[in-house]
């Protein structure tokens, strides 16, 4: 797939950011208008394992990963299905109608099947009519495919004057990525979870090697997944208004708060060069009222 790498690294600065630390944005977002962010480098070599074959991801009904695999199944001419984490809406939302306007083929199950299909196992055969002969990616691309295409993320630009990199996380699959990629940097993952303590072993199970370069926080979900406070909304309004990057209230949203929160904190010591990644999945904010956001 061929994608936009113009002015993809955007320095900027802020009223609150110390004038001792210098920051910048990788703006993943900005290389397609579906396939965005770390989408992409989590499907790539999945695709490529794939071949000709039929796709099968899993997500829910707002799911980014969904999109974004229904979107570059279309683009290498690919079948794909979507098993959905929950019973089906009276009245999809943009997420699915985006995924099935694309071509995906949607299938709604419970929760608690949905867990017991993830974890494999005897209800993994109640569904093997889609499961033959077909490629199965992981939800959110966490496997190790997905975090090898995570390591390119980095070569986008030349990113080797920062002294450290923040990311959001979710499965921890871009989180491991970048530890993988070996720069020797500092990297710091904002979990976007409440209480997603497991996440650490999900990042050291997809790792090549220890590595002391890394760190996850947990203390800036602002309420859990996909929920957000009214100071994180203030946040996303004000850091738009100061920079010209938009963010979303899922991950990207409260990344840029920690580290606002961090910087404030002297986390990072003076003279620190901070690379922030932008994940995508600006599609998120979507389900805000018109006129939450200045953006």
């Known amino acids: ?24 944005m990788l703006r993943l977002d900005t290389i397609h208008p579906l396939v965005q962010g770390n989408k992409w480098f ?37 079948t794909s299905v979507g098993i959905i984490r ?39 055969q109640l569904m093997q009519h889609l499961l033959d002969q077909a490629y199965v990616i992981p939800e959110g691309g966490h496997n190790a495919e997905g975090a090898r295409g995570c390591e390119d993320i980095l070569k986008l630009a030349d990113t080797s004057a920062f002294t450290h990199i923040l990311c959001a996380v979710g499965t921890g699959t871009t989180l491991a990525g970048l530890v993988n990629a ?36 947990h203390d800036f979900h602002e309420g859990g997944y996909a929920k957000h406070s009214p100071e994180l909304i203030s946040f996303m309004n004000d850091f738009y208004r100061e920079t010209g990057i938009p963010t979303d209230k899922v991950y990207t949203g409260k990344m840029a708060l920690a580290f606002r929160r961090l910087a404030e904190q002297s986390y990072f010591p003076a003279g620190s060069r901070v690379l922030l990644i932008h994940s995508g999945g600006l599609q998120g904010n979507e389900s805000l009222a018109p006129g939450v956001l200045c953006f």
């Open 42 to 78: 989590k499907l790539k070599y999945n695709l490529e394992a794939a071949g000709n074959t039929r796709i099968v991801t899993f997500g829910g009904a707002y799911s980014n990963h969904i999109v974004a695999t229904a979107a570059a199944c279309r683009l290498y001419g690919l």
């Open 182 to 217: 070996g720069t020797g940097q500092h990297i710091t993952g904002i979990s976007a979870l409440k209480g997603a303590f497991s996440l650490e072993q999900e990042v050291e199970n997809l790792l090549k090697a220890p590595s002391s370069q890394w760190r996850l926080l």
């Open 86 to 124: 929950g019973e089906k809406p009276a009245s999809p939302g943009h997420t699915l109608q985006k995924a099935a306007e694309l071509g995906m083929e949607l299938h709604y199950v419970s929760r608690e099947l949905y867990s017991q299909l993830k974890s494999g196992g005897e209800m993994m």
């Open 1 to 24: 797939m061929h994608f936009s790498t113009k002015d993809i690294l955007q320095p900027f600065h802020t009223t609150w950011l110390p004038g001792n630390i210098q920051a910048a």
